[in-house]
C-alpha cells in the first residue's frame, strides 16, 4: 500500500507551506469575530423516544511533561485530583453519582482499577461502582461512550467518566526467567530447593523488561509507522514543523487568553501548585529543522518537535440525562450526539482513524462536513494530521480503500484546532479524549457553533469519532 500511495498522494490538495498561511488565519479570525455573531441555526439532532445525554462539565489537570512536578505522583494521585476538581467546579453532592469510569493505557498494577481507588480518594461513597477501561490513545473516548450507553439504556442518571496517564513512572518488571524463578521459590518448600532455584539465576535473568513501545501485532512503534505513513502520503517535513508550529502558536494564544477554562490548578504534594500545562513551547521553524529523525534514520521526517511529548495528566467529566441535569439545576454545555468506533490494517493503516471514522460518524447523524462548526482531531504526530487531511480529501483513497463513492473531504484550517492540541497541549494517552469533548463544548459556546466533531486515531489501528451538538445558550 505505501508505494501505491506515495505515488498517488504526492499531489494532494494541501500545499506544503499551507499551515504558514493558516496561522494567521486562525489568529486573526477565530473566537471575537464568531462570539459576536450566532451560527444561524440548524437542525437539532434530538429523536423522538430517545433520550438526551449531556455533558455538564469537564475538567482536568495540568497537562505536565513526564519526568516534572508530578514525578513523585502515582497515576491514582492525579485521577483523585480530576474528580475533586469536577466536584468543586460542579457542586454535584457525591451521593448523585451513579457510576464512574476511567480509562488508562499503561496501568499501576497496584491500583489496577484506578477509577475505583481514584473515586475512593477523592471521596465518593464505596456503594458507588467504578471501573476502567482501556483502549490506547481513546481510552476515556471509550469511558465517556459507555457512560452515554449506560444512561440510554436506563442503568443511570450521572456518570463521571475520565482518563488518566502517569508516563513518570511505568511499571518495569524482570525477565520472564526471573519472574519464573521467583514465583517457583515462593512455592519451594525445602531449603534444598531454594538453594537449588537461586544458583539457577544468571545475569541475563536481571535484565528488566521495559512496558513495550511497539505495536504487539507488527513490533513496529509508532512513531515508525508515522514516518511511513507521511512518506506514503508524501507529507513533507516541512509540513509537519509548520503543523507542530501552529499547534503551539494556537495553544498559547489560548493559554494567555484564558480559553483553557478546563484547566484546574493543582497542589502537587511537597510541591508548588500547578495551574498551567507545561508543554506549550512556540519555537520557529529554523529551530525545528535542526532536529534529526527520530525514528527512521538518517532520511525520515517525523522529529519531537513535531511529535506529541510523553505527558502526565488526568480528566474528568460529568455526563448526565438531560431531564436529571435540569432537575438539578444545571445548565448543560452540550448533547452528546452520534459516535462510532473503526478499526482497519494496524501496519499500514495505523493512524487513519480520523479518516475512517469522520464519514462514518458524519452519516449516522445525517451531516454533512460543511455543518460542522467545530472540529477537535487529536493530534498524534504532525505526519498523521496531514496524512488524515490529505487521505480524507482523496477520492482514490476513499474508493480504493474505503469502498465509498467519494471522499468526505478536508475540515476547514480556520474550525479545526483552534486553541492548540496534543502536539502542544500534551498527550496523557488515557486522558486526551475527554479534553477534546471539552474543548469542542467550549468552542461551540465561544464561536457560536452548533455541531462540533472530535476524532481521533489509536495504537491497534483503531480510531473513534462522535458528534456533538451546542446546548441552546
Given at each position: 500500500?505505501?508505494?501505491?500511495?506515495?505515488?498517488?498522494?504526492?499531489?494532494?490538495?494541501?500545499?506544503?507551506?499551507?499551515a504558514?498561511r493558516?496561522v494567521?488565519?486562525?489568529l486573526?479570525?477565530?473566537?471575537?469575530?464568531?462570539?459576536?455573531?450566532?451560527?444561524?441555526?440548524?437542525?437539532?439532532?434530538?429523536?423522538?423516544?430517545?433520550?438526551?445525554?449531556?455533558?455538564?462539565?469537564?475538567?482536568?489537570?495540568?497537562?505536565?511533561l513526564?519526568?516534572t512536578?508530578?514525578?513523585?505522583?502515582?497515576?491514582?494521585?492525579?485521577?483523585?485530583?480530576?474528580?475533586?476538581g469536577?466536584?468543586?467546579?460542579?457542586?454535584?453532592?457525591?451521593?448523585?453519582?451513579?457510576?464512574?469510569i476511567?480509562?488508562?493505557?499503561?496501568?499501576?498494577?497496584?491500583?489496577s482499577?484506578v477509577?475505583r481507588?481514584?473515586?475512593?480518594?477523592?471521596?465518593?461513597?464505596?456503594?458507588?461502582?467504578?471501573?476502567?477501561?482501556?483502549?490506547a490513545?481513546?481510552?476515556?473516548?471509550?469511558?465517556?461512550?459507555?457512560?452515554?450507553g449506560?444512561?440510554?439504556a436506563?442503568?443511570?442518571d450521572?456518570?463521571?467518566?475520565?482518563g488518566?496517564?502517569?508516563m513518570?513512572?511505568?511499571?518495569?518488571?524482570?525477565?520472564?526467567?526471573?519472574?519464573?524463578?521467583?514465583?517457583?521459590l515462593?512455592?519451594?518448600?525445602?531449603v534444598?530447593?531454594?538453594?537449588?532455584?537461586?544458583a539457577?539465576?544468571?545475569?541475563?535473568h536481571?535484565?528488566?523488561?521495559?512496558p513495550?513501545?511497539a505495536?504487539?501485532?507488527?513490533a513496529?512503534?509508532?512513531?515508525h509507522?508515522?514516518?511511513r505513513?507521511?512518506?506514503?502520503?508524501g507529507v513533507t517535513?516541512?509540513e509537519q514543523d509548520?503543523?507542530a508550529?501552529r499547534?503551539?502558536?494556537?495553544a498559547k494564544?489560548?493559554?494567555?487568553?484564558?480559553?483553557l477554562?478546563?484547566?484546574?490548578?493543582?497542589?502537587?504534594?511537597?510541591r508548588?501548585?500547578?495551574?498551567k500545562?507545561?508543554?506549550?513551547?512556540?519555537?520557529?521553524?529554523e529551530?525545528?529543522?535542526?532536529?534529526?529523525?527520530?525514528?527512521v534514520?538518517?532520511?525520515?521526517?517525523?522529529?519531537?518537535?513535531?511529535?506529541?511529548?510523553?505527558?502526565?495528566?488526568?480528566?474528568?467529566?460529568?455526563?448526565?440525562?438531560?431531564?436529571?441535569?435540569?432537575?438539578?439545576?444545571?445548565k448543560?454545555?452540550a448533547?452528546?450526539?452520534?459516535?462510532?468506533?473503526?478499526?482497519?490494517?494496524?501496519?499500514?493503516?495505523?493512524?487513519?482513524?480520523?479518516?475512517?471514522?469522520?464519514?462514518k460518524?458524519l452519516?449516522?447523524a445525517?451531516?454533512?462536513?460543511?455543518?460542522?462548526d467545530?472540529?477537535?482531531?487529536?493530534?498524534?504526530?504532525?505526519?498523521?494530521?496531514?496524512?488524515?487531511?490529505?487521505?480524507?480529501?482523496?477520492?482514490?483513497?476513499a474508493?480504493?480503500?474505503?469502498?465509498?463513492?467519494?471522499?468526505?473531504?478536508?475540515?476547514?484550517?480556520?474550525?479545526?484546532n483552534?486553541?492548540?492540541?496534543?502536539?502542544?497541549?500534551?498527550?496523557?494517552?488515557?486522558a486526551?479524549?475527554?479534553?477534546?469533548?471539552t474543548?469542542?463544548?467550549h468552542?461551540?459556546?465561544?464561536?457560536?457553533g452548533?455541531?462540533?466533531?472530535v476524532?481521533?486515531?489509536?495504537?491497534?489501528?483503531?480510531?473513534?469519532?462522535?458528534?456533538?451538538?451546542?446546548?441552546?445558550?
Amino acid at each position: 500500500m505505501a508505494s501505491m500511495l506515495l505515488n498517488t498522494m504526492r499531489t494532494g490538495a494541501v500545499g506544503p507551506s499551507w499551515a504558514v498561511r493558516s496561522v494567521a488565519r486562525s489568529l486573526s479570525t477565530t473566537t471575537q469575530l464568531k462570539a459576536q455573531v450566532q451560527t444561524e441555526s440548524k437542525k437539532t439532532l434530538a429523536r423522538p423516544g430517545v433520550k438526551n445525554i449531556v455533558l455538564v462539565e469537564g475538567v482536568r489537570t495540568p497537562f505536565l511533561l513526564s519526568g516534572t512536578t508530578y514525578a513523585d505522583l502515582m497515576p491514582h494521585d492525579l485521577a483523585r485530583a480530576a474528580l475533586q476538581g469536577l466536584l468543586n467546579r460542579t457542586g454535584i453532592p457525591k451521593d448523585a453519582v451513579d457510576y464512574l469510569i476511567y480509562g488508562t493505557v499503561i496501568q499501576e498494577v497496584k491500583t489496577s482499577n484506578v477509577a475505583r481507588e481514584a473515586a475512593l480518594g477523592a471521596g465518593f461513597s464505596d456503594k458507588i461502582p467504578a471501573h476502567t477501561v482501556t483502549m490506547a490513545c481513546i481510552s476515556s473516548n471509550q469511558a465517556m461512550t459507555s457512560a452515554v450507553g449506560m444512561i440510554a439504556a436506563g442503568q443511570c442518571d450521572a456518570i463521571v467518566a475520565g482518563g488518566v496517564e502517569f508516563m513518570s513512572d511505568v511499571p518495569i518488571r524482570h525477565s520472564r526467567k526471573m519472574r519464573k524463578t521467583m514465583l517457583s521459590l515462593n512455592k519451594a518448600k525445602s531449603v534444598g530447593q531454594r538453594l537449588g532455584l537461586l544458583a539457577s539465576i544468571r545475569l541475563a535473568h536481571l535484565a528488566p523488561e521495559l512496558p513495550a513501545v511497539a505495536e504487539f501485532s507488527t513490533a513496529e512503534t509508532m512513531g515508525h509507522s508515522a514516518d511511513r505513513l507521511a512518506a506514503a502520503f508524501g507529507v513533507t517535513r516541512q509540513e509537519q514543523d509548520e503543523f507542530a508550529l501552529r499547534s503551539h502558536t494556537l495553544a498559547k494564544k489560548a493559554q494567555d487568553q484564558g480559553l483553557l477554562e478546563d484547566v484546574i490548578s493543582f497542589k502537587v504534594p511537597g510541591r508548588d501548585i500547578v495551574s498551567k500545562d507545561n508543554g506549550i513551547r512556540p519555537s520557529s521553524m529554523e529551530q525545528m529543522s535542526k532536529l534529526k529523525p527520530a525514528f527512521v534514520k538518517p532520511h525520515g521526517t517525523v522529529t519531537a518537535a513535531n511529535s506529541s511529548f510523553l505527558t502526565d495528566g488526568a480528566s474528568a467529566v460529568l455526563i448526565m440525562s438531560e431531564e436529571k441535569a435540569l432537575s438539578m439545576g444545571f445548565k448543560p454545555k452540550a448533547y452528546l450526539r452520534d459516535f462510532v468506533y473503526v478499526s482497519q490494517d494496524p501496519k499500514d493503516q495505523l493512524l487513519l482513524g480520523p479518516t475512517y471514522a469522520t464519514p462514518k460518524v458524519l452519516e449516522r447523524a445525517g451531516l454533512s462536513l460543511s455543518d460542522i462548526d467545530v472540529f477537535e482531531f487529536h493530534e498524534a504526530f504532525a505526519g498523521q494530521i496531514m496524512a488524515n487531511l490529505k487521505a480524507m480529501d482523496s477520492d482514490w483513497f476513499a474508493q480504493t480503500y474505503m469502498g465509498r463513492k467519494a471522499k468526505v473531504g478536508t475540515p476547514p484550517l480556520d474550525k479545526f484546532n483552534l486553541w492548540g492540541g496534543s502536539l502542544s497541549l500534551g498527550h496523557p494517552f488515557g486522558a486526551t479524549g475527554c479534553r477534546l469533548v471539552t474543548t469542542v463544548a467550549h468552542r461551540l459556546k465561544k464561536e457560536g457553533g452548533q455541531y462540533g466533531m472530535v476524532a481521533a486515531c489509536a495504537a491497534g489501528g483503531q480510531g473513534h469519532a462522535m458528534v456533538i451538538e451546542a446546548y441552546p445558550q
